[in-house]
DNA sequence: AATTTTATGAAAATATATCTCCAGATTTGT
DNA sequence: ACAAATCTGGAGATATATTTTCATAAAATT
């Protein structure tokens, strides 16, 4: 037997209805002709729309068992809830062979988490806008990170220069920034990286960038770098993790789409690009021939 | 252009984002963590779900565009009518708003196939050895990383120099390798990262390494680096990505899930070495203060 | 360091929602 | 057709939600 608690309300109207009165019934008509968008308003709205009295409203809500309105509204909001929730976060265990708890398990479920909040929150106009900006060969890129970012930053840079040419990474001491302004042209883009803690120093080279007619194009976190209000563009990506640090999957995740948009943008030249890269690591035989 | 009234309240935050204010913006994340259920109940709940006051959630809807909370609801439900009487339109998607063959979207599928898999070969036995072996303060930890994998390599040590002392992170120039080889003592750990295409010079380090004593630690992709061969343990990621290039990111997840894995097998020592940096920080006033 | 601007929440004021009570309308049973 | 039981909504009482006001705190600017 089900506990009652754990009924919907179009269950219970269901299972109430030849218990219902003639305005109660109507009341219940209406609020399943359009489920359970219907009974989110007022009692009072909920009573006009269906044509009855608030009183039935309230009479039929403790019918069907909660103790009044605002009862009933609640148990739709949770309904609501789960309807809408993504099913895809709902993953019970990733590592099947450890339990729940082990870190691998709770960092997965957090990732996952992180990914469908970030992804919610991408405009993806703004997204290939901003694809398009970096592909564009005319303008300089100039990427910068922070302490912790300063590997996102790398990794991104290190990408571009693959892609395109007029790719700079601004070196992590900020004492000799001055120096890359130098060479910052109006149509530039600065990529700049920073979450939390916010660096002052990225802050005031997003300023000057701005000053000189540099477009800027901030990664950060789900709170927003101050650098960001500064932005022409910004990524937020949600850095929660289950540990003492910021987890920067997502804003990686967030990276290589980036790298993979700019280069689909201008896949002829890029592809030339990595077959004289080829050429040349075989001719250093730097890496082992891969199978 | 679209009228201000069709836009959504999710979309209207993503506009605004960068100007709301700090309290705006836990309000907004609240939101947006449970969206749409989260913005059903009375506009104080609202603000006890999300640490802030009424006032701020009054203010916040203004600035959307609301004439007033009730406004903002009632938006709120018609969202989700539409949300429910449309089921096709739902859920398959990451990112709602683009298309399901946006890049955004084909590569969070990626991610998320290569995060299964990824799990499922994870030994969790052999990650809690390693996450042992990291946490001896005994013995000193070397981190080396190829052309790519250099910024996992920086990354991972940039942590795992706050978590503990004796970290070196090993140059990328291969020439003076040599230098770091002698520092090297056995029961000494050394974490490599390698990815295809596998460098040489990796699997050359990690070989005269094991000779010494060493113990080694691979970080490769689902095909195995050749110096995984000689390494006492190795992790093998899922690196696939519909992309001209491999992703990382799952390489990533594994790294901070082993980050906060040491770091919570030895809490006392690191929330000390926490404590002092942060104290470093604040007397070097090089981070803005985070509110 | 001092001043201005902006952001924030406590608390009061107002508006609205919810519930109670009851008088009349309707139905039911005789 | 009549009495009893039941249903229904108007109107007021109460509770809650919403908005406004304002003092204080934080941040930005000078």
Redesign the interface.
Do not use: C
């Given at each position: 037997m089900t506990a009652p608690e754990e009924l919907t309300v179009a269950e219970r109207i269901r299972n109430r209805f030849d218990n219902l009165t003639r305005a109660e019934r109507q009341l219940a008509n209406a609020i399943m002709e359009?489920y359970?968008?219907s009974g989110?308003?007022s009692i009072t709205a909920v009573a006009i729309a269906s044509n009855v009295s608030t009183p039935t409203v309230l009479r039929m809500a403790k019918k069907l068992g909660f103790s009044g309105f605002p009862d009933l509204q609640?148990a739709l909001?949770?309904e609501?809830?789960a309807?809408?929730?993504?099913?895809?976060a709902k993953h019970n265990r990733?590592?099947?062979?450890?339990p729940d708890t082990?870190?691998?398990?709770r960092?997965?479920d957090v990732?996952?988490e992180n990914?469908?909040?970030t992804?919610?929150?991408?405009?993806?106009a703004e997204?290939n806008t901003v694809a398009e900006l970096l592909s564009d060969r005319e303008h300089a890129v100039h990427v910068v990170g922070g302490?912790?970012t300063?590997?996102?930053a790398?990794?991104f840079f290190?990408?571009m220069q693959v892609i395109r040419e007029n790719v700079t990474l601004v070196a992590p001491n900020s004492n000799i920034w001055p120096h890359y302004l130098l060479n910052m042209r109006p149509g530039d883009v600065l990529v700049a990286f920073d979450i939390?803690?916010?660096?002052?120093?990225i802050?005031g080279l997003v300023k000057m960038a701005k000053s000189k007619g540099v477009v800027v194009v901030v990664f950060t976190d789900?709170?927003?770098s101050?650098a960001?209000?500064h932005?022409r563009h910004?990524f937020?990506s949600r850095i929660e993790?289950?540990?003492?640090?910021d987890?920067?999957?997502i804003s990686?995740?967030v990276v290589?789409?980036m790298?993979?948009?700019v280069?689909?943008l201008s896949w002829e030249e890029?592809e030339q690009r990595?077959k004289s890269l080829e050429d040349l690591?075989d001719q250093t035989?730097?890496?082992?021939k891969?199978t």
């Open positions: 359009n359970p968008a989110l308003g609640a909001h949770l609501i809830e309807t809408i929730l993504n099913p895809i990733w590592a099947e062979n450890a082990h870190i691998l398990n960092f997965a990732v996952m990914m469908r909040q992804l919610r929150q991408i405009d993806p997204f302490r912790i300063r590997s996102l790398d990794y290190t990408h939390r803690r916010y660096e002052r120093d802050m789900q709170w927003g101050p960001a209000k932005a910004s937020h993790a289950p540990s003492a640090w987890s920067s999957v990686l995740f290589e789409a790298i993979a948009a280069q689909s890029t990595m690591f035989r730097l890496f082992r891969f």
